[in-house]
Structures are given as structure tokens and as C-alpha cells.
């Protein structure tokens, strides 16, 4: 039998509070790991199932057989440069579709890039798209994109004709994109999964900055986006090796989105992309200032993605580090976060500078050079499973919970918690999770029915909220930071 509580003697309105025993039992979950994950999912299980370490290392071994994928390399051969390349991919991405029954749809998508500082002439740059549509009425406008870049580099970063077989940079990256469109290709999600294969992230990420300035300027809601970038090798240049790791860079406020919509808003031509871009600028700022400058869309991400892979792949870990990228560095996770979208980077645990942008030869009996022989494809496809579960959850839960609130309107060591209740049917209740300050993830959890408010006797002054729909199927969503109530 539950012990009485007296500290509820004090009134609330009914439909603001949880009742005694309620709060009373709810003492018993604070222990709780919110990271647990429902009993493994049969179509998650399936794509897992699906992804092939051997046909993964025929893809890489493909992509460097172009011999340069050089974002200025030649386009008319079929056998040599980024123009071979990329048609290649669209043709496998054309098999798998017709071997699912036609739902991966397959684009390009294609403009002309203008001479800059790593372009010496303008260029017709393409990226290669395959959408899986969303099955849920509520979802299906949901995107998650994940990408890879295909274009490759040696030594000097204008050189087009040499050598650059960028087998790990990023070959594997466009691998584990290319399975996952075929393995998920067949199955149902209710969001949409976009897969995609981009050029010109050598030259400045320019096929990811195309891709994120058009999703801006048309409204497109790009729930997440996942890069895979350098995911090759689990070994590094001092002979560190991790099989069970890969890093995952997840900060979720990009000080140049400032700059982005200041040199937008002098251009008329992508005023509409400009006035979306400030839109999202104020809302990132109204929860930083808000307390949750780690609890932005990114940072969310980041933990889904840690805890989905954590929870189906046992022994395998995230390392969840908030920084954009590795120190001073970037990819094409970068352009959809000046922009504001939740966007994430995956890389191995442990660089080998030898085999990244390298002309190919040997010196004092070391091998240079990004060449097939130093990629491990049984790690490239743990990392394609990695990438499968976190996007395979996701596209199976629902949005996340619009306008949650924290309570603030009155002194109380107690926190108060109120959001929209969603009309999407596929909701079947709602998730809060908390933390420490000082904690990376979420550390306990609580779940609630289908209601739109849960108070919980644990001080809103000591700990992070968040608040998660879930489906059916026990998945959940991102988690939403509440913003503060002032009645």
C-alpha cells in the first residue's frame, strides 16, 4: 500500500495535477533509464537483416574503381570521374527501386555552381536523391535525410585529373547511404526517408548547401539530417582500434545563421529562404535564452541517435560529443544547420591522416593515400545499422509535442508540465524525461496517456525537461524543451 502524501494537502486545479497515489508511484520510475527502448521492433529487426558488409565493400570498391570523383573531374566517360559516378549510383539506386516495387523514388537534382574559392570555373554539380515516401497521413511530411558525399580529393584540392580514389572520404559514407535506401527500400515508415549522394563537399559542401537553401526557401520540414563522412576504419595512425565505436558531433546553434540571413536579406532572390532562416534564428534563441542551450533540435537528435543504437546494437557505443565537428573542421551536416535544422555528423572513432586527402604512393615504408586496402567494410556496416536504427525509430514515431511548457507562474518545488495534445491517432501518449544539469542524455522518464499535463515532485530549479510523443509501437519522438508559463 502506498504511504500518504501529505505535501499535495495544498490545492491545484484538477486538470493540473496528478493524484496522490499517482504521484506517490511515480517516486518509484525516478530511477528509471529513459534510454530504454521498447522490445525490438520486427521491421527494425528486418532492416538490420538487410545490410550486407559484402555488398558494402563492393560499392566502395566500385567508387574508387572511377579512379577521381574530383568535383571538376571529367563527366562525359562512363568509366572514370564524378560524372560516371554519380550515374552509377542513380542506376543502383534505379535497381533497388524496381526490386521493391517502385516506392524509393530516384532524382537528380542539378544546377550550376559558380566559380569560387575552391571552384576554378563554373560547374554543373548534381546531387543523386532517393525519397522514400512516409505511409502516415500526420508524417509523411516529415523528412529525415541522411547523405554521403561522393566527390573524392587528393593532395591538392584542385587537382581534377590526379589520383583520388577517396575510399574512405568518403566512399564508405556514400556505401552506408546507398544500403540503407535498398535495405529500407521495400517497408513501410511513416515519415519520409531521404537518402542522398552529394558532390562538392571537397569544394565547400556545396551539393549539401544546395540541397538545405532549397528545403528553406520551399518550407520542407527536415525533421533531422544525418551526414556520414570518413566512417571507414575503426583503426587510427597510431594503431588505436575501436570496432565498437564511431563519434557522433551533434551542437545545435550555428553562429553564422546570423550572418546567413544578413547576406540573404541583400539579396532579392532568396528573400523567402532569408525570412524562414530569421524565423528559425529567433525560435533557436528564444530556448537557449530559455535555459536550453543544450536541449536544442540537434542536441535532441543527438540523443535519440545514442540511445537507439545503444539499445539494439549491444556493445556498440555513441560517443556523443557537442560540437559541430571536429575541431575547426566541417561537413555537410554544416550548411542545414546554418539554417536551423537538426543536423548531425557521424565519423569514426579515430582518423588516419595517411589515408585522407593523400596523393596515392609510399614514403619511408608507409602507404599514403585514401585507397580501398585500409577501409573496413564489416565496421562500414556497423555503422550503416547504427544509422538504420536511429532512422528506422525516428520514422516510425510520431512528430514532436508542440508548445510544451513549464509552469512558472508560482513558487512550488514541484514542476508542472502542459503541452499540445496531437490530433495525429498514432500518438498513444506521451513520454516526460528529465535529467541532470550536467548530464550529456536523459536519465529517467516517465510515461503519461494521451493528456496534455504531468506534475512531477521533482524541482524544475535541479534538472532539464523534455517531453516526447510515442507510438503505438512504443516509439518515441525528439524530445521538445519546454518553454516557460507565465500566467
Same mark, same amino acid.
Given at each position: 500500500?502506498l ?7 495544498r ?9 496522490c ?18 522490445? &525490438?521492433?520486427? #521491421? ?39 560524372? @560516371? ?7 543502383e539506386? =534505379?535497381?533497388?527501386s524496381?526490386?521493391s ?53 587528393n593532395?591538392?584540392?584542385?587537382? +581534377?585529373?590526379? =589520383? ?16 540503407? @535506401?535498398?535495405?529500407? +527500400?521495400?517497408?513501410n515508415?511513416? @515519415?519520409? #526517408? ?15 548547401a ?15 539530417m ?35 540571413? =544578413? ?24 530556448? @537557449? ?38 575541431? #575547426?573542421?566541417?561537413?555537410d ?21 595517411r ?55 508560482t ?32 536519465q ?12 512531477? &515532485? ?10 516526447? +510523443? ?14 516557460? #508559463?507565465?500566467?
Amino acid at each position: 500500500m502506498l504511504a500518504p502524501c501529505p505535501r499535495l494537502a495544498r490545492k491545484r486545479p484538477r486538470s493540473r495535477a496528478l493524484g496522490c497515489a499517482a504521484v506517490c508511484a511515480l517516486t518509484l520510475f525516478v530511477g528509471l533509464s529513459a534510454s530504454a527502448q521498447p522490445a &525490438p521492433d520486427p #521491421l527494425v529487426q528486418q532492416v538490420l537483416a538487410g545490410i550486407s558488409s559484402a555488398r558494402i565493400a563492393q560499392r566502395i570498391q566500385a567508387l574508387v574503381a572511377f579512379e577521381t570523383r574530383h568535383t571538376e573531374s571529367e563527366t562525359v566517360s562512363d568509366v572514370r570521374g564524378i560524372g @560516371a559516378a554519380r550515374r552509377w549510383i542513380e542506376r543502383e539506386w =534505379q535497381a533497388c527501386s524496381k526490386a521493391s516495387g517502385g516506392r524509393l523514388q530516384v532524382a537528380t537534382q542539378e544546377w550550376v555552381e559558380p566559380a569560387g574559392r575552391r571552384l576554378a570555373k563554373a560547374t554543373t554539380l548534381v546531387n543523386v536523391v532517393a525519397t522514400l515516401p512516409g505511409t502516415s497521413v500526420a508524417s509523411r511530411d516529415r523528412l529525415l535525410v541522411v547523405s554521403g558525399h561522393y566527390d573524392s580529393r587528393n593532395s591538392d584540392v584542385a587537382d +581534377a585529373v590526379g =589520383q583520388a580514389p577517396g575510399a574512405n572520404d568518403d566512399a564508405s559514407g556514400t556505401a552506408v547511404v546507398m544500403e540503407l @535506401a535498398c535495405a529500407m +527500400a521495400s517497408l513501410n515508415f511513416d @515519415a519520409t #526517408l531521404v537518402f542522398m549522394a552529394v558532390p562538392g563537399e571537397e569544394q565547400g559542401l556545396l551539393g549539401a548547401a544546395h540541397y538545405a537553401s532549397e528545403a528553406r526557401r520551399l518550407g520542407l520540414n527536415v525533421e533531422a539530417m544525418i551526414t556520414n563522412d570518413i566512417v571507414g576504419s575503426a583503426t587510427g595512425d597510431f594503431g588505436q582500434r575501436d570496432a565498437k565505436q564511431i563519434r557522433l558531433f551533434a551542437d545545435g546553434f550555428d553562429p553564422l545563421l546570423r550572418l546567413l540571413v =544578413q547576406s540573404q536579406a541583400n539579396r532579392p532572390g532568396d528573400a523567402a529562404e532569408a525570412l524562414a532562416n530569421e524565423a528559425l534564428r529567433t525560435r533557436l534563441q528564444t530556448i @537557449a535564452l530559455a535555459g536550453g542551450s543544450e536541449d536544442l533540435p540537434t542536441h535532441q537528435l543527438g540523443r535519440h541517435l545514442k540511445a537507439a543504437a545503444e539499445s539494439h546494437l549491444p556493445g556498440f557505443k555513441v560517443q556523443l560529443i557537442q560540437r559541430r565537428d571536429r575541431y #575547426l573542421r566541417g561537413g555537410d551536416h554544416i550548411p542545414f544547420l546554418e539554417r536551423g535544422y537538426a543536423a548531425v555528423r557521424y565519423t569514426e572513432p579515430f582518423e588516419n591522416f595517411r589515408h585522407q586527402h593523400q596523393n596515392p604512393r609510399s614514403e619511408g615504408g608507409k602507404v599514403f593515400g585514401d585507397l580501398f586496402e585500409f577501409v573496413e567494410p564489416d565496421y562500414v556496416a556497423d555503422v550503416a545499422r547504427v544509422n538504420a536504427v536511429g532512422l528506422a525509430t525516428l520514422a516510425l514515431a510520431p512528430a514532436a509535442p508542440l508548445d510544451v511548457k513549464l509552469d512558472a507562474s508560482t513558487l512550488t518545488n514541484d514542476s508542472t508540465l502542459v503541452w499540445t495534445v496531437s490530433a495525429d491517432p498514432g500518438v498513444s501518449g506521451y513520454r516526460v524525461v528529465w535529467r541532470d544539469t550536467g548530464a550529456a542524455t536523459w536519465q529517467h522518464a516517465q510515461d503519461v496517456g494521451r493528456v496534455g499535463t504531468l506534475t512531477l &515532485p521533482v524541482s524544475k530549479d535541479n534538472v532539464i525537461f523534455g517531453v516526447q +510523443a510515442v507510438s503505438a509501437r512504443g516509439h518515441a519522438s525528439l524530445a521538445t524543451f519546454p518553454l516557460p #508559463l507565465m500566467r
